[in-house]
């Protein structure tokens, strides 16, 4: 009998404060914008709820009631007020903090981790393996720029404070560290941490004292939307076709009307003819910057 291999994609239920939202817009296809800008997330998403009549709506002390994996986006006229596209990129939240020291845990010397500030951290990820799955990247001291495709996800994280103990007979002192919930400093297991069998007196980066790491939540993957903004909408043109109009002969004004009666467009129709025999050559559709207003059904049929 074949082995079954179970597994699915999980929707997310991360909280909307820990999510990144940015943007970029070009007025079109040929033309490049690399310029990004940020949203509040908190502005502009929102996590959807089970309804009421749903078996987990109210399942003992689950009363929190998310529906995994649905968001609403909504898109501010303050900043979607364009016609083009903009390309909205949303990412899980990174932070960046400062490595305090590279050291081992003083019972279990053979497991290495990377130390940071509590006080760094939102509230949230202060306790322990708060920062559990995390990813961390690392920071050139150099000049300032990520290190690319160099990653390690965070093991547990737990409390610690520093402890000074003797190494071997040397009379050197080195400081290790040792767990207590009291702790301002969180000491993180990394994977990988330990050498390979191919190079065993090599172990992998972790980091280096005062460098800069990024964290950032697993919680979910990275997601682009593309929003084109455009002119017309179905609803629009469906109205331009087929809606409602009024040709007033005198002045020559065709005017469009959606289905509420309110105005959507006018244009001047008027003929260009020859200036010898008056013949006509074209017959000309001017669309018209300024709307008469009273070329309206409540005055045309009024009139009548």
């Known amino acids: 009998?074949?082995?079954?291999?179970?597994?699915?994609?999980?929707?997310?239920?991360?909280?909307?404060?820990?999510?990144?939202?940015?943007?970029?817009?070009?007025?079109?296809?040929?033309?490049?914008?690399n310029t990004m800008y940020k949203l509040e997330s908190t502005d502009?998403?929102?996590?959807?709820?089970?309804?009421?009549?749903?078996?987990?709506?109210?399942?003992g002390d689950y009363t929190e009631n998310v529906l995994e994996g649905l968001y609403n986006l909504a898109l501010p006229s303050s900043v979607f007020n364009q016609t083009g596209i903009y390309t909205v990129y949303l990412k899980p939240k990174t932070l960046p903090i400062q490595i305090k020291d590279c050291s081992v845990l003083s019972s279990l010397p053979s497991v290495r981790g990377i130390l940071i500030n509590k006080n760094d951290l939102p509230e949230k990820l202060k306790s322990n393996n708060a920062l559990q799955g995390f990813r961390v990247e690392y920071i050139n001291a150099s000049d300032g720029t990520?290190?690319?495709?160099?990653?390690?996800?965070?093991?547990?994280?737990?409390?610690?404070?520093?402890?000074?103990?003797?190494?071997?007979?040397?009379?050197q002192s080195s400081t290790r560290y040792r767990f207590n919930?009291?702790?301002?400093?969180?000491?993180?297991?990394?994977?990988?941490?330990?050498?390979?069998?191919?190079?065993?007196?090599?172990?992998?980066?972790?980091?280096?004292?005062?460098?800069?790491?990024?964290?950032?939540?697993?919680?979910?993957?990275?997601?682009?939307?593309?929003?084109?903004?455009?002119?017309?909408?179905?609803?629009?043109?469906?109205?331009?076709?087929?809606?409602?109009?009024?040709?007033?002969?005198?002045?020559?004004?065709?005017t469009k009307l959606n289905t509420s009666g309110e105005i959507i467009s006018q244009h001047n129709i008027f003929e260009i003819k020859s200036d010898i025999g008056d013949v006509p050559l074209y017959e000309v559709r001017e669309k018209r910057t300024q709307i008469d207003s009273s070329q309206n059904f409540n005055n045309v049929l009024g009139d009548v």
């Open 44 to 59: 502009v998403l929102s996590s959807c709820t089970l309804p009421s009549t749903d078996e987990l709506y109210n399942v």
């Open 181 to 254: 919930d009291s702790g301002s400093l969180l000491f993180l297991q990394l994977t990988p941490s330990s050498s390979s069998d191919v190079k065993s007196n090599i172990l992998p980066y972790m980091g280096n004292i005062g460098q800069t790491v990024l964290l950032s939540n697993t919680y979910f993957s990275p997601l682009t939307l593309e929003i084109e903004m455009v002119e017309n909408t179905i609803d629009t043109l469906t109205n331009a076709i087929l809606g409602n109009e009024i040709k007033d002969i005198q002045s020559g004004i065709l």
């Open 1 to 33: 009998m074949a082995v079954g291999v179970y597994g699915n994609t999980r929707g997310a239920d991360v909280d909307v404060s820990d999510i990144s939202v940015y943007y970029n817009y070009t007025p079109n296809r040929e033309t490049f914008n």
């Open 146 to 171: 990520k290190m690319r495709n160099v990653v390690r996800h965070v093991v547990t994280s737990n409390l610690v404070e520093p402890i000074n103990e003797n190494i071997g007979n040397s009379g």
